[in-house]
Antibody
Framework: QVQLQESGPGLVKPSETLSLTCNVS????????WSWIRQSPGKGLEWIAY???????NYNPSLKSRVNISLDASKNQFSLKLTSVTAADTAVYYC???????????WGQGTLVTVSS | DIQMTQSPSSLSASVGDRVTITCRTS??????LNWYQQKPGKAPKVLIY???TLQGGVSSRFSGSGSGTDFTLTIRSLQPEDFATYFC??????????FGQGTKVEIK
């Protein structure tokens, strides 16, 4: 069974960059698509981006100008960077495995990121 | 983006009840509609994908139906562990994938 675990700072200052990493165990990151999703009380669940080992990526247009997703196959992990954060980016951030049909069949436990000075 | 509308936003039900949650999309998603269950403090868990396919390990009291723009999640004989929030999500064509706002199932 694939397991995912997010890591990164729980507090980020406004205008700075949010950086998170998802470690994948029990399976290779070289298969499947890998996504970041966030959840906040105000906006519900929001898909952020996905990446594939082939180099293919896709971003939510609402965040595309501020987001970068990358894979590191040597470490079996993938990462998210979100620049110029504001309080609206405060959310629980999940990493997830994205099946080819676009549903998320494995999730990390989630990590709360608060944007505050 | 494809907009998702779930109804109701919340409901109260008793153990043993049959529960139905609906999800409507702003344009056709064919059968690319997925359902998740989320309990407090936990990540969502996929129950149904491709409108009606039960994810492995999920109880058969959960079922899904629909195609195009109208979909239904049914819980046959609600159990105590089913009290949770349920979300629909579309994965049609190209991203962005989008989610419904959720339906909270509470104990009556």
């Amino acid at each position: 069974q694939v397991q995912l675990q997010e890591s990164g700072p729980g507090l980020v200052k406004p205008s700075e960059t949010l950086s998170l990493t998802c470690n994948v165990s029990g399976g290779s990151i070289s298969n499947h698509y890998w996504s970041w999703i966030r959840q906040s009380p105000g906006k519900g669940l929001e898909w952020i981006a996905y990446a594939h080992y082939s180099g293919r990526t896709n971003y939510n247009p609402s965040l595309k100008s501020r987001v970068n997703i990358s894979l590191d196959a040597s470490k079996n992990q993938f990462s998210l960077k979100l620049t110029s954060v504001t309080a609206a980016d405060t959310a629980v951030y999940y990493c997830a495995r994205d099946d080819e049909d676009g549903y998320f069949d494995n999730w990390g436990q989630g990590t709360l990121v608060t944007v505050s000075s | 983006d494809i907009q998702m509308t779930q109804s109701p936003s919340s409901l109260s039900a008793s153990v043993g009840d049959r529960v139905t949650i609906t999800c409507r999309t702003s344009q056709t998603v064919d059968i690319y509609l997925n359902w998740y269950q989320q309990k407090p403090g936990k990540a969502p868990k996929v129950l149904i994908y491709a409108a009606s396919t039960l994810q492995g390990g999920v109880s058969s009291r959960f079922s899904g139906s629909g195609s195009g723009t109208d979909f239904t999640l049914t819980i046959r004989s609600l159990q105590p562990e089913d009290f949770a929030t349920y979300f629909c999500q579309q994965s049609y064509s190209t991203p962005p994938w989008t989610f419904g706002q959720g339906t909270k199932v509470e104990i009556k």
